[in-house]
């Protein structure tokens, strides 16, 4: 089996949701289509954003999983997701895992944005 390259969300306006993830990943999607869009992350890492009523089967509703992201200033990012009006599940909290805080997508999906503990 290969490494995971690409992750799908189901969403309702996938050029609405793109204009989000522009805003979060700082670049535009390398595709886009009213159907679809799909961004490349700098790790290689795809990110679809496919219409969920277009989706076969039928997809599920968001919530159940989330996209975590790795940052070294947990405190300037939750500033500026709340400066964007990005909704906010979790606010920052310190966990066993680490510090952390949940933000939700124009769709609901969740994004963990995290400060794990140092490993030696």
Known sequence: MTDLNFVLLYVKDPLASAAF??????????????GFAMFVLKSGLRIGLWAAHDVKPAATPAGGTELCFVVPDLDAVFADWTARG???????????????FTGLDPDGHRLRVMLPHATA
């Not at 993830?21 to 009213?34: C, D, M």
């Not at 310190?94 to 510090?99: L, S, T």
């Open 21 to 34: 993830y522009a805003g979060l990943f700082g670049h535009q999607p390398v595709e886009s289509t009213p």
């Open 86 to 100: 990005i909704g906010i599940a979790q606010p920052p909290v310190k966990m066993d895992f680490g510090y952390t």
